[in-house]
């Protein structure tokens, strides 16, 4: 009895699935004449050529690469051929923020924080975490599809999860910037935003030998404000409160060690910090960060 295709037909031999160029030069046929049928139209044989074959498949991946076209180079694949590596780093930002608490005497500091929809973030941070399986989740994370691929099939991260885990707004405005800050743009926002002299500010800044400061850096600075301090004061710590805690949380990099000032901008108008949608931030940065 012949075989039964995918589609529910039957011939003498089983039909084989489109490589990329075919599935390519499919779509060109329909766009010049809707009522070609391509299968009927033969194409030259050296339309398949060698690198062709290269494109079709993975060792130990995907066989056909038409979404994932870029797994030669992901771990999987290097793992594949024996290159294994050791488990990942894991920085734990938990130990900096208990180094900064907002106790009885900074009352009006916690009253902001409260406000801005993030004072759930001073509890997140993990205290113990699984090296080897968050080294096994960056394996089957792929880029190109923004999902783990595991072996019951793909699984994402959703807002629903970043809500449900972190409990900070995702239905607001959205953030966004429009240039990312040099060094002396840095500087200036600062000094106006923190109250931090021109000095101070550019070693500081020279340090991290970027627009960015030190997590240490702003806890030595503000840490010792409280209550009893002027107005001014209150309203510079509390932006550098909010701008250490996003830096531990929610847009921590790779230098474990800094924050980008260019998040410094969204604290300027402290009363607007509860309408962003930092649920939302959160994720696509989190997609960034994973390409």
Known sequence: ??????????????????????????????????????DSVEHPQHDRDETEEVFEGAPGG????????????????????????APLKLVNHGAKLQLWELDMERSRIYETVNRSGLASLTSCSHRVASRPMLSAFCERWQPETTSFHMPFGEMTITLDDVASILHIPVTRSMISFSQLLHMDDANALLVKLLGTTDVETSRETEQCRSPSVRL????????????????????????????????????????????????????????????YAWGAACLAYSHYLFK
């Open 216 to 275: 240490l850096w702003l806890r030595d600075h503000f840490l010792t404000i409280t209550d009893a301090s002027s107005d001014d004061d209150i309203v510079f710590a509390t932006r550098a409160f909010l701008l250490h805690l996003v830096g531990c949380t929610l847009f921590a990099d790779k230098s474990a060690t800094s924050v980008a000032l260019v998040y410094l901008e969204l604290f300027r108008d402290l009363s607007m910090v509860g309408s």
């Open 1 to 38: 009895m012949p075989p039964r295709t995918r589609g529910g037909y039957t011939s003498g031999t089983p039909r084989k699935r489109p490589i990329g160029s075919e599935l390519r030069r499919r779509v060109q046929l329909r766009e010049v004449d809707p009522t070609v049928d391509p």
């Open 62 to 85: 995907p066989i056909y690469r038409c979404i994932l076209r870029n797994f030669d180079k992901h771990i999987a694949a290097k793992i594949w051929l024996g290159q294994d590596r």
